[in-house]
């Protein structure tokens, strides 16, 4: 069962162009949020996180936005550039340990 | 310098060998983790370390044995391989078990 859910596998953007990639999860008791970004043969890095008491953080051209109602956070990138290609993968804090708990990662594409 | 650093990079083995993955973090922090991305391309968590304790372990075959010598260590020991076994395999680490992640670059283990 996925508990949390990256329904787009990928995602096109024309460079200068927003990107909004999304996330859903299912449960209520998840408190914290996060996105990472991963490049081929690397790791994945930390990009922005959210806590479950707020519903929008900024840093630079990366926003999260959480939607607690809806179970829903996204992440928009303002402007896209091709350096941003990559796969994106949504976490949440929640697991039985407080474990983090990834979907499946979107891969973004940002063309010149 | 490397934060979190996995050796080898990439292990190919036959079937029913045993080998072992390595992973180290120098940034002082006292819980680490493996994570196996499969090839649906989910990151799920396998093992957990807090200060050499063992604090997570999921539903994982009992061929796969972490060892974690200090807290500055994690190693994944896997005994009899088997084709499913094949994926990239995480090592991170985080201060606590409340805080974000940083990962290593990922071992890609192919069993033929």
């Known amino acids: 069962d996925q508990q949390v859910k990256q329904n787009s596998p990928s995602l096109s953007v024309q460079e200068g162009r927003i990107s909004i990639l999304n996330c859903d999860y299912t449960?209520?008791?998840?408190?914290?949020f996060l996105w990472y970004k991963k490049y081929p043969a690397e790791g994945p890095t930390f990009l922005i996180s959210?806590?479950?008491?707020?519903d929008k953080n900024e840093d630079g051209r990366f926003t999260v936005f959480l939607n607690k109602s809806a179970k829903h956070l996204s992440l928009h990138i303002v402007p896209s550039q091709p350096g941003d290609s990559a796969v994106y993968f949504c976490?949440?804090?929640?697991?039985?340990?407080?474990?983090?708990?990834f979907g499946k990662g979107t891969k973004l594409s940002v063309k010149p | 310098d490397t934060a979190v650093s996995q050796t080898p990079k990439y292990l190919v083995t036959q079937m029913g060998n045993d080998k072992s993955i390595k992973c180290e973090q120098n940034?002082?922090?006292?819980?680490m983790y493996w994570y196996k991305q499969d090839s649906k391309k989910f990151l799920k968590i396998m093992f957990s370390?807090?200060?050499?304790?063992?604090?997570i372990n999921e539903t994982v075959p009992n061929r796969f044995s972490p060892k974690s010598p200090d807290k500055a260590h994690l190693n994944l020991h896997i005994n009899s391989l088997e084709l499913g076994d094949s994926a990239v395999y995480f090592c991170?680490?985080?201060?606590?078990?409340?805080?974000?992640?940083?990962f290593g670059s990922g071992t890609r283990l192919t069993v033929v």
């Open positions: 991170a680490s985080s201060q606590g078990q409340w805080s974000g992640y940083t």
């Open positions: 449960n209520s008791m998840f408190d914290y």
């Open positions: 959210i806590s479950s008491i707020k």
């Open positions: 976490a949440a804090r929640g697991g039985s340990q407080g474990n983090l708990i």
């Open positions: 940034l002082g922090h006292d819980t």
């Open positions: 370390y807090n200060n050499k304790e063992l604090i």
